[in-house]
């Protein structure tokens, strides 16, 4: 029997969350508010929203999450949760800074670093111009990280940027702004530049209309910038980066879903690769990238879909988390392929690693009550449900989670741990014979 046969008290139908999230994906189509990326290349911004059908081959998509999620990663290792990824709102145009302590700071990441200065490339000292203006800074930081690719080292440079006419990249934000909302209520992009991405490699070319645009030009006058490249900014990032005390072992919340698999993975990275004395830039800064890519993949679903959502940390000892919350309540996603929606009586017997997951979220969280949202993909109709799920005992949980935690902590063999369920899953898990879930 999986934990959650023992725990949950009741399922409700949530109808009411499930109107507003309903409502929320209709406003999806409307207007959203312009941002600074939307004036850096506006017109690639508008097919972004014009034509959502395209979309990046996979490999990209990947690096730009790895990039999205790697911002955040490297904020909070070189600065402090009160300076990272500051929300900036300024004549109708919002942005995110990097880093803003002093000075805005801007991270980009790119697979290829041109010598000198030509690596602060026109888009990045643009979108660094525009912070600046929002916040009335004349100077800013730009650090730029070229990724480890195909056996090549990483390369992480640094510039300080100085802005001598504030007011001119004030105007030109402002007219950009103003072609960029006429296209959108016209839908038609014929008055937008040319995306710098035309003769490269852009995603929406066969329908752009670039190749008759209007040259893109600077947003930011180039007889009005600065830019010195800064060798003692990088050594001190590096000295972040690298000099850090080294995490123990650190667990997550799906561990305790899957413990068997958790310990089968650790297992298998502790034999193929021992552990390094020494952790230099390239490494420090490829192992954020890879978080970063979980990060952002993980706040893809989150705020893919708009609504009142938050995440708040958790932790036991050597596990840390964060649980989302719907409206203060501990929410969960989940994709289904099944064909038609599960009667309520058995969606603990069909999806025990749902409800596994949100009943350890909720007695960390300390909730009594959890929400999953199930989305059915293969059904035309009522694609998705909401449920509220009641817990019999908080403290019942609590406990089979610090039990399964100190077995995985002491590397208890896979055996030793709940089999992960249900009954169909060892089929497709490929650990296999090592994992001992499937009946002999």
């Not at 800013?140 to 300080?160: Q, S, T």
């Not at 989305?375 to 817990?391: I, R, S, T």
């Amino acid at each position: 029997m999986s934990l959650a046969e023992r725990v949950v008290l009741g399922i409700d139908a949530n109808r009411t969350v499930k109107d507003e999230l309903t409502e929320a994906l209709k406003r999806q189509g409307r207007r959203r508010r312009i941002s600074v990326t939307d004036l850096v290349n506006p017109r690639q911004a508008f097919f972004q929203r014009a034509r959502p059908d395209i979309q990046p081959d996979p490999e990209r998509k990947q690096a730009m999450l790895a990039g999205t999620g790697f911002h955040e990663v490297f904020g909070r290792a070189v600065s402090t949760e009160e300076f990272v990824e500051q929300f900036v709102e300024f004549q109708g145009i919002v942005g995110k800074i990097d880093i803003y302590e002093d000075v805005p700071v801007e991270l980009k990441t790119t697979a290829s670093l041109p010598q000198g200065i030509g690596a602060a490339r026109p888009s990045y000292v643009d979108q660094l111009g525009m912070y600046c203006t929002m916040t009335g800074r004349e100077q800013g930081r730009l650090f730029v990280y070229k990724r480890a690719l195909y056996g090549r080292p990483g390369a992480l440079k640094g510039f300080d940027v100085r802005f001598a006419d504030l007011k001119a990249v004030e105007r030109e934000m402002v007219r950009r702004r103003d072609l960029f909302r006429e296209a959108l209520a016209s839908q038609d992009p014929s008055r937008l530049p040319r995306c710098e991405w035309f003769e490269l490699r852009c995603d929406y070319r066969a329908v752009c209309g670039c190749a008759t645009a209007e040259p893109l030009g600077r947003l930011v006058p180039a007889a009005a910038i600065q830019i010195a490249e800064n060798p003692e900014l990088v050594t001190a990032m590096t000295a972040l980066l690298t000099d850090a005390p080294k995490p123990g072992p650190q667990f997550r919340l799906n561990d305790l879903v899957f413990p068997r698999r958790a310990a089968i993975e650790r297992q298998a990275v502790a034999e193929a690769k021992p552990e390094e004395e020494d952790v230099d830039l390239d490494t420090a800064l490829a192992g954020m990238e890879r978080l970063g890519f979980g990060d952002a993949l993980k706040d893809a679903l989150w705020y893919g879909v708009p609504g009142a959502f938050a995440r708040i940390p958790v932790s036991l000892r050597t596990l840390k988390g964060k649980v989302g919350t719907f409206r203060g309540v501990p929410t969960i996603f989940r994709s289904t392929r099944k064909t038609k929606l599960v009667d309520r009586s058995r969606l603990v017997e069909e999806f025990p690693y749902y409800f596994d997951r949100i009943a350890f979220e909720c007695a960390l969280s300390g909730h009594q009550t959890g929400r999953v949202v199930v989305y059915y993909e293969a059904v035309k109709d009522d694609k998705f449900m909401v449920y509220d799920v009641h817990f019999r005992s908080l403290e019942e949980i609590m406990a089979e989670a610090d039990r399964r935690l100190a077995l995985l902590e002491a590397g208890a063999a896979p055996e030793q741990l709940p089999p992960c369920e249900p009954a169909w899953m060892p089929n497709y898990c490929p650990h296999g014979p090592r994992c001992a879930c499937r009946p002999a």
